[in-house]
């Protein structure tokens, strides 16, 4: 317990947040530090108790906390115990003179005589949890460690094989500009000298030696030249086997005939039976040292080349055996693989193997991003016409455009509509309509896609490009179709006309959704009718220059919406229903002008809006809180006592 003393310093003294009292005491030939904690704010409302007490020694410390119901022990340092910050400086001061000869000898390992008391504790404290710390990342250290023996070398041709194909993509003929027909070049990929001719800096061409793509760059210009590359490789282990993941820059320079070429290893992932232990090379926990950390997922390789050689022999045995990610890999020089997610994706969609197999490349390069999340595939089909929900024929289509998943999405669609033709160049037809493609199949449903094009061609202006008239004829043919117009006459279906005819359908149909609602509103407003005239019994009031006024119909309650430019319109069927109720505020010198409207549910205002929404003036507030108050909390409370 605090002590008489230290409770009058606390109402004394301001500029302190907590006391500490320190002690030492000899428990199992072991010397203790024992440090109770007082709250200056209940020491002043006589509370002594401490707020925490800890227990020291050199080399360990614990604290016992009494802020809950029941003691806890933490083991937090007394800085973050009090919530002590960089910008917010908890003052710690000692109770008396003994506790301060306490700690300074029990601290005086430190040799830090210029610090306070209190500094020495929290410097103790520091130096413990530094060591705590040392030995927790020497033991995942060891562990990382363990695991890193069982990576082996990397073959000896690995770095041909980054410069040949995973690199594939920095390929270039350096020319010597001259006027001369035959300009003299240099490719890096064959490494031979070549004559070029007709050739312009930073254009694509193929190398007259070896046959390869390049790109041509003029030596004068292309001075400085960095790609950057990822590669994959896959290596065997006790358990199963590594995936490494190499991040790569090839960097031209004057002398671009000898590259630098420098690989660094970025992350690991071991593949275990169905367990994924993933490893990173980076700044381990923030102390500054760069070494393998555990469980890091930081570094993303979505377009890595895989090294194929070893794949298959790496692979037997393992669960991803036939995962055909070899095959994929190979589908060109350099082709880029997302390894992780291929290998996720399989074990819950197996059938990428058959897809891959099938030369569907385009479908695994999607299924195997982590955006993707479409559910077009059937994951219980037995073989790829069940997967795909296709026939033969229609597969041979698929399997010849390569298709990606929003064109097989496009082609489903076309399949299920009657009558829809298939373009001959489906891929060029999906780019063009991507955005609209909707709009277009829609269109088709009419007729064919050269009709719908040439026609909206012809109707195209500079007011309405190509798109807008598609939309605009659309919106024409569904208005014709609710009409009953017959679509498959030509008259109807390609008004020479557009934009006339699409007003004049428009006009129709908005005429007979009015009479059509007008209708319906009758036999709303005979349900309405016993209800307001209720209402205007209960809610109609006056006071001063306002009155609540109730509506005559609900025809009024919809021309008050449209006169004060708000949604009271659409409340007509709720007020029919008894759901809500709907009352005007006027002007009682013009009691027949929109003014505001307010609706009442459950006797309590649940809105009130003026012109456009607007909000309530002085006035009206103080006229719609007497209201509450006189008119509906009486009845209110009369509800509530007859429930």
């Not at 929900?389 to 929003?406: A, H, K, L």
């Not at 050269?450 to 004829?473: D, G, N």
Request: glycine share 4%; net charge positive; aromatic share 14%.
């Amino acid at each position: 317990m605090a002590s008489k003393s230290t409770v009058s310093q606390a109402c004394r003294i301001e500029n302190t947040d907590f006391y500490l009292h320190a002690h030492t005491a000899l428990i199992s030939h072991q010397r203790i530090l024992i440090i109770s904690l007082y709250d200056k704010n209940k020491l002043r409302n006589k509370e002594k108790d401490p707020l925490f007490r800890i227990f020291m020694t050199k080399e360990e410390y614990i604290t016992q906390d009494f802020c809950e119901e029941k003691p806890v022990w933490r083991t937090g340092r007394m800085e973050h115990l009090t919530e002590s910050t960089w910008y917010k400086k908890i003052e710690i001061s000692c109770c008396d003179d003994r506790s301060a000869a306490v700690l300074n000898r029990f601290f005086s390992y430190l040799n830090m005589e210029k610090l306070s008391p209190v500094d020495k504790l929290i410097k103790g404290q520091k130096r413990i949890m530094e060591k705590r710390l040392e030995k927790k990342h020497q033991r995942e250290n060891s562990k990382i460690d363990q695991k890193k023996r069982e990576v082996k070398k990397l073959p000896k041709n690995f770095m041909d094989w980054i410069d040949e194909t995973a690199m594939a993509h920095s390929r270039y003929i350096y020319y010597q500009y001259s006027r001369k027909k035959y300009m003299d070049g240099y490719c890096t990929h064959c490494h031979s000298d070549v004559k070029v001719s007709g050739v312009k800096h930073r254009k694509i061409g193929v190398c007259p030696n070896c046959g390869k793509k390049v790109l041509f760059l003029a030596a004068g210009k292309a001075t400085r030249i960095l790609d950057h590359g990822e590669a994959v490789y896959f290596q065997k282990t006790k358990k199963g086997f590594v995936v490494r993941f190499f991040s790569i820059y090839k960097h031209y320079g004057k002398h671009y005939r000898t590259p630098e070429i420098r690989t660094l290893e970025l992350k690991r992932i071991f593949y275990e039976d169905t367990k994924c232990l993933k490893y990173e090379w980076r700044n381990f926990k923030q102390t500054g040292e760069m070494r393998w950390c555990a469980g890091w997922d930081c570094y993303t390789f979505y377009d890595a080349a895989c090294y194929t050689a070893n794949l298959e022999k790496v692979l037997t045995g393992t669960p991803y055996q036939y995962c055909a990610i070899k095959q994929f890999a190979d589908r060109y020089e350099g082709a880029g693989v997302n390894v992780p997610y291929y290998l996720k994706r399989y074990g819950s969609k197996p059938f990428i193997e058959y897809m891959v197999k099938a030369g569907l490349y385009h479908m695994v390069e999607e299924l195997t991003q982590p955006w993707y999340f479409f559910g077009e595939y059937n994951q219980d089909g037995k073989n790829l016409l069940e997967v795909l929900g296709v026939t033969r024929e229609q597969f041979r289509f698929i399997q010849q455009n390569d298709m990606y998943s929003f064109e097989f999405r496009t082609y489903k669609k076309m399949l299920s509509q009657k009558n829809c033709e298939i373009p001959e160049d489906f891929r060029s037809f999906c780019q063009q309509y991507e955005r609209d493609i909707s709009l277009i199949l829609e269109l088709m449903q009419y007729t064919t896609l050269h009709k719908v094009e040439r026609y909206c061609s012809q109707q195209t202006t500079e007011k309405q490009p190509y798109f807008a008239v598609m939309r605009l004829w659309r919106d024409y043919l569904r208005f014709a179709v609710r009409l009953g117009y017959n679509t498959k006459n030509s008259f109807v279906l390609f008004p020479k006309r557009l934009i006339q005819a699409h007003d004049h359908v428009a006009d129709v149909v908005q005429k007979i959704e009015e009479k059509e609602l007008r209708e319906k509103m009758k036999l709303e407003n005979e349900r309405a009718k016993s209800l307001l005239e209720k209402y205007r019994k209960i809610y109609s009031w006056t006071d001063g220059g306002l009155s609540v006024v109730v509506p005559e119909d609900l025809f009024s309650i919809r021309e008050e919406g449209h006169t004060l430019h708000h949604c009271v319109a659409n409340y007509t069927q709720d007020v029919a229903d008894g759901k809500t109720i709907i009352l005007f505020i006027r002007r009682n010198s013009e009691l027949t002008k929109p003014f505001y409207t307010i609706e009442v549910t459950d006797e309590s205002i649940r809105q009130c809006q003026g012109f456009g929404h607007c909000g309530s003036t002085e006035e009206v507030k103080n006229f719609v809180d007497a209201y509450e108050q006189k008119v509906l909390k009486p009845l209110k409370l009369l509800a509530q006592a007859v429930s």
